[in-house]
């Protein structure tokens, strides 16, 4: 059974920065080989995801509102993901889940990231 779990949110002012991490439970060539995504949530909005990075030659993308704040980044050695969050914005504010940007893996639970002065 897969799991996620997601870490590193948190309260922060606009402005500030945070770094989520996440880690998952699959094997060491299955995350590997898979591309990391990292999502956010408002409540009562569908997930959107904010940036990618692919396996292999790790070629990041990341959407247009978070471009040159956000980098995305990942550790095969020890399973996990990372989204540094720089010059956070309050519509940042949304809960973000880490998956494979095709959403295959279950969901975990997320971290709650809140950008309020």
């Known amino acids: 059974q897969v799991r996620i779990v997601e870490s590193g949110g948190g309260l922060v002012q606009p402005g500030g920065s945070l770094r989520l991490s996440c880690i998952v439970s699959?094997?060491?060539?299955?995350?590997?080989?898979?591309?990391i995504g990292w999502f956010r949530q408002v409540r009562g909005n569908q997930r959107e995801l904010v940036a990618s990075?692919?396996?292999?030659?790790?070629?990041?993308h990341v959407v247009e509102s978070v471009k040159g704040r956000f980098t995305i980044s990942r550790d095969n050695a020890k399973n996990m993901g990372y989204l540094q969050m720089n010059s956070l914005k309050p519509e940042d504010t949304a809960v973000y889940y880490c998956?494979?940007?095709?959403?295959?893996?279950?969901w975990g639970p997320g971290t709650q990231v809140t950008v309020s002065s």
């Open positions: 998956n494979q940007p095709t959403a295959d893996w279950p």
């Open positions: 699959v094997s060491s060539d299955s995350f590997k080989f898979a591309a």
């Open positions: 990075i692919s396996n292999g030659v790790l070629t990041t």
